[in-house]
């Protein structure tokens, strides 16, 4: 369970499911736009992923610190209570899940191996399986999504709002803790790269 899957369990807790599910779609897509750049070969995407890792790492590491910190002096019963249009958060809850997940180009080096380790997509592959194999991957993603979702909204009716600035701090702790880990490692991979250390 990475950031982003702590992210949708917070959202869950504190704004319902929906905003959990949204934010997992958010990831979702993100994930579909890594597995995109590697099973069509766009190498002079992946390759500045791949020259640029510890600097992305870096800005990616520097932007869930921003987050964490906000979770965790930010008092969840003012998302509580805020009115606003749902549309609007939903489609907020995606896009934030979406650059989160994509603040972390690592995930490339995972797609990478599981496509040669499948074989996805060959070239003897017709379009419709490629489509079909895609579309896997999404529904694969959102059905994980849905699954947390569900069973944290299950478990959401016995927090009240102490519970609730509770969980704020501990998840916003665990990132800030993954994310001030990601970022010194990018650091340090970044400065051994410049030959500075």
């Known amino acids: 369970m990475g950031p982003i899957g702590i992210l949708c369990i917070q959202r869950t807790l504190n704004k319902g499911r ?11 897509a993100s994930d579909l736009f890594y597995c995109l750049l590697v099973g069509l070969g766009i ?12 600097i992305l790492q870096i800005i990616g590491s520097a ?11 930010h008092n969840p019963v003012s998302q509580i209570t805020e009115n606003i249009d749902q549309r609007e958060d939903k489609w907020r ?4 899940g979406f650059l989160f997940t994509l603040s972390n180009p690592l995930i490339i080096f995972l797609v990478v191996p599981l496509f040669a380790r499948f074989g996805f997509p060959l070239p003897e592959y017709k379009f419709y399986h490629v489509i079909f194999g895609y579309a896997s991957i999404v529904l694969g993603a959102l059905l994980w999504w849905a699954v947390i979702t569900f069973f944290v ?3 959401r009716s016995h927090f009240n709002i102490r519970s609730m600035w509770l969980i704020n701090r501990i ?10 880990y990601g970022l010194v490692t990018g650091t340090i991979a970044y400065l051994q790269e410049l030959q500075v250390i």
């Open 18 to 28: 929906n905003s959990g599910f949204f934010t997992g779609i958010g990831a979702a």
């Open 43 to 54: 190498s002079l995407v992946t390759d500045f992923i791949a020259d640029h890792v510890n």
């Open 63 to 73: 932007i869930l610190i921003v987050y964490a910190l906000y979770m965790i002096v």
């Open 93 to 96: 809850d995606a896009v934030t």
């Open 153 to 155: 909204d299950k478990v």
């Open 171 to 180: 998840i916003g702790t665990i990132i800030l803790i993954l994310s001030l």
